[in-house]
């Protein structure tokens, strides 16, 4: 989610140990040219509700979630181990991961399970684009230390009619109902507000840490899996059957959208920047749109592009749409801006 808090900083190498070696060392290239890597990128993420709707037709949401996870932790850990880094330490870091777990996995990735089971994954798809929205209303509310500009509240505005455009509010004004599930719908919404609040907690509390994006971001996952791991057996049943389809969907969800995803993002983030890395956002209810009509037989009706299109055109007004409160600002001692750059953990990008 990942929906979309902005990528904020590409992470910045270190100085060579010995400089006069360094400059006849030869540069490493990834094999594969970053564009292919970004459109891999936006397909993962964009097909990823697509396979959430699969995988609940076999698995409670919870599960769906909690396998997620699992699959995402093994991959990251795979490479964490294979890179021989280490895990963070401190119990207040840790504290903190525990936190960023919650509010960037484990709750936002089973409200959007559990809003799948009553809407369709093109709705979910667009709900997640509003990240940047809820962004946007957290510096409203104060709780962030960016000033809106007059542009980023205009987005703001904008963003949100463009939900009521998705949803066809005004039919609710006939007694025709706004024609989708409201449950479902009210859970998407706030999976990815969740988003915004626990990226703009990483950014004030793990900002200093010093820990490698990828052992942070593994660590995080971690944490997020033995929440799961708790809460999931108190409120489902172990399964009784196992469908092949639901499971290779919830593998192919951890394993790609969940790890792949995030090593694609980091490296994008540190090879073109994040202002262009950041674009993966608008590609994502695009995809996921054609991906539930197209392969999941799902309805289109023509207000929900025409919304679409708005709640993007709000986002990306939301992007840069901010600025740096001045030194004499007032703020909470605990919401004080970190000086460093946050690190990139998983759910503080667009993803779902």
Known sequence: MSATAPLR??????????????????????ALDWRLRFT??????????????????GYAPLQVTLGRMVFGTAVLGAVLLLRRERLPRGARTWGHL???????????FTLFAYAEL???STLAGICNATTPLWSMLLSLAALSDDRPTRRGVAGLGIGFAGVLIVLGAWRSLTGQGIGHDA???VLALVAS???????????RTLANTGGSNLAMSASQLLLGTAQLAVVTPLFTSFPTAFPVGPLLAVAALGVLGTGVAFLLQYGLVAEIGPTRATL???????????????LLGERLTWNTPVGALVVLAGAALTQGGARRAGRRARTWPALRPARRAPLRLPGSGPQP
């Open 98 to 108: 525990t936190v960023a777990a919650f509010l960037l996995n484990a709750l936002p």
């Open 280 to 294: 993966v956002t608008y590609f994502i209810p695009v995809i996921a749109t054609a991906a539930g009509v197209a």
């Open 9 to 30: 900083g590409a992470p910045a190498a270190g100085p060579p140990a010995h400089p006069a070696r360094s400059s006849a060392a030869p540069v490493r290239r990834p």
């Open 118 to 120: 009553t809407v369709s």
């Open 193 to 203: 507000a969740s988003y915004a609040v626990g990226w703009a907690y990483v950014r």
């Open 40 to 57: 891999t990128l936006c397909l993962i993420w964009g097909f990823s509700f697509l396979l959430i709707k699969v995988g609940t037709q």
């Open 183 to 185: 449950t479902g719908t």
